[in-house]
């Protein structure tokens, strides 16, 4: 994931917070609903790139020393 990916994913993730404190000040439950899927979309992105960065290095048999 690119910088300009990252900060797009971080700005959805704030947009959405927005929105969902908005439907919840005002009662609105659709705009609660959909900032809150906005901002888990978003952090879901974020945690999919960190795994596939992570993922490359990781060979899966981390604290398997050999013995």
């Known amino acids: ?3 300009f990916d990252k900060a ?3 700005a ?3 947009l959405g917070r927005a929105e969902q404190v908005y439907g919840e000040s005002h009662g609105d439950a659709a705009a609660t ?8 979309e ?3 992105e ?4 960190d795994r596939d960065r992570h993922g490359r290095d ?3 048999l981390a604290g398997a ?3």
């Open 1 to 3: 994931m690119s910088v």
């Open 8 to 10: 797009k994913a971080k």
């Open 12 to 14: 959805e993730e704030l």
């Open 33 to 40: 609903i959909d900032g809150e899927a906005r901002r888990l």
């Open 42 to 44: 978003a952090e879901a």
């Open 46 to 49: 974020e945690e999919r790139a």
């Open 58 to 60: 990781d060979d899966g």
């Open 65 to 67: 020393g050999a013995h």
